[in-house]
């Protein structure tokens, strides 16, 4: 079969997942939509606030890193400023991928089984009793409030350290064009990218064969926009992306 593969994620995270994806010898694609940049440590207002709560993260009873962008650019904040990591704080991680960051770093981890997103999270026993503890969540800025929402609900303060920006890349028609040709797979990492490509090419979901999302919620919202053929991964980890991949292309034959 010679449908493509097109890859969405930010330039500095999918060469990894680029080299694989050839290696099975798919045509791939590469058409970043979203832009990463963290907050550098100076005097803007973005820094000034991030290292506020870094410097008093000892008064917190939990952190929940959204990403894994958060959880580096968090850890990375962390090491600037602790010798050692605080004790007697819970960490979460909402993922898999962003788990393993917190793990390399030395921090015990929770993180939900089977749902990685905030419903999954706030389903953790952990943190249903949180009257008057004071909670951490490391993200970038803007996002859902679901989380924070939910758990100021249950009693406890929630605070953000909003660690990098999201900055949407606009292609020119020419380059979707060259994309999209041939029907491509199209792979996604969240709900953002996709309104993403949606806005810019508004009949995207006819464009392409199938839609790769890492989450049901990823998936419902593609399913509302007219996505016929969505597959959820286990994770927005590379290797269950690559699992989605085989197994839709073993489908497709």
């Not at 960490?91 to 419903?119: H, I, K, N």
């Not at 979901?205 to 996505?227: D, F, K, N």
Request: net charge negative.
């Amino acid at each position: 079969m010679d449908t493509a593969v097109v890859i969405t994620r930010p330039a500095d995270q999918a060469d990894e997942l680029l080299g694989q994806v050839k290696d099975m010898g798919l045509d791939v694609r590469h058409h970043p939509l979203i832009d990463i940049t963290r907050f550098e440590d100076d005097d803007s207002a973005a820094a000034r606030s991030i290292r506020q709560a870094i410097l008093n993260i000892d008064q917190y009873q939990a952190v929940i890193a959204i990403s894994q962008n958060a959880a580096e650019s968090g850890l990375s904040w962390l090491d600037d400023y602790w010798p050692q990591h605080p004790v007697g704080i819970r960490w979460y991680a909402v993922g898999p991928t962003t788990a393993e960051s917190l793990r390399q770093a030395g921090l015990p981890v929770e993180m939900p089984v089977d749902q990685f997103d905030s419903e999954g999270v706030l389903a953790l026993p952990s943190l249903q009793a949180v009257d008057d503890e004071k909670i951490l969540i490391w993200r970038g800025v803007g996002g859902r409030e679901t989380l924070a929402n939910i758990l100021r609900e249950r009693g406890a303060q929630v605070d953000y350290a909003e660690l990098y920006e999201r900055r949407q890349i606009d292609w020119a028609a020419q380059d979707w064009e060259r994309t999209l040709r041939s029907s491509p797979v199209l792979v996604l990492s969240s709900g953002q990218a996709l309104a993403i490509a949606q806005q810019q090419v508004p009949d995207i979901a006819t464009r392409v064969r199938a839609i790769i999302v890492p989450s049901e919620r990823v998936a419902t919202y593609a399913r509302e926009q007219g996505c016929a053929d969505v597959v959820v991964a286990a994770s927005a980890r590379n290797e269950d992306t690559l699992h989605s991949l085989r197994a839709w292309f073993a489908a497709n034959r």
